[in-house]
């Protein structure tokens, strides 16, 4: 206890924490964390990097967003504006640490979509607030299309009506 109290102390005081009597303790010390003030903010963009991360991660979502967003990324593409968003398809809300996310999928054919969906859900909730420590109060999981066996993956021929040599 009076470790507690002499660190107290010193921070109270103005001394270093980097005295040696704090330098042998290992990791950051809790008492001089909670006297920094400050804030963190983080992104909507971030956590829409990580839905989309967690949503790709589960066997059967072929790719991200609707019809429009992955009609405009393939144009982007194609003209030289850079390849697919990261965040493609995902819209997040973040107030008072709790976060929203809303998810565009497109299904592999021969998946149930209902399980895919579900598990969408299940591990873009999980890894939020996991990696950003925040509360996840609603994941709204849309099934854009199935992708069908044969169909060309995003940005070959093929799936916008667009060809290669266009």
Do not use: C, W
């Amino acid at each position: 206890m009076t470790d507690v109290v002499s660190v107290e102390q010193q921070l109270h005081e103005g001394v270093s924490a980097a005295s040696p009597s704090l330098s042998s303790l290992n990791g950051p010390d809790p008492l001089t964390a909670a006297v920094v003030k400050g804030r963190i903010k983080v992104a909507d963009e971030v956590v829409e990097k990580v839905a989309a991360l967690a949503a790709l991660e589960i066997p059967g979502v072929a790719d991200l967003g609707g019809d429009f967003e992955r009609g405009f990324e393939n144009i982007r593409d194609r003209i030289g504006l850079g390849s697919k968003r990261a965040n493609q398809g995902v819209n997040a809300h973040i107030q008072d640490r709790q976060v929203a996310v809303d998810i565009t999928i497109v299904i592999e054919y021969g998946h149930v979509v209902m399980e895919v969906a579900n598990e969408v859900k299940t591990n873009v909730a999980r890894s939020v607030s996991r990696m950003l420590g925040m509360r996840v109060v609603e994941v709204n999981v849309t099934v854009d299309d199935v992708r069908l066996p044969g169909d060309a993956p995003r940005g070959e021929d093929g799936e916008d009506g667009f060809s290669a040599d266009a």
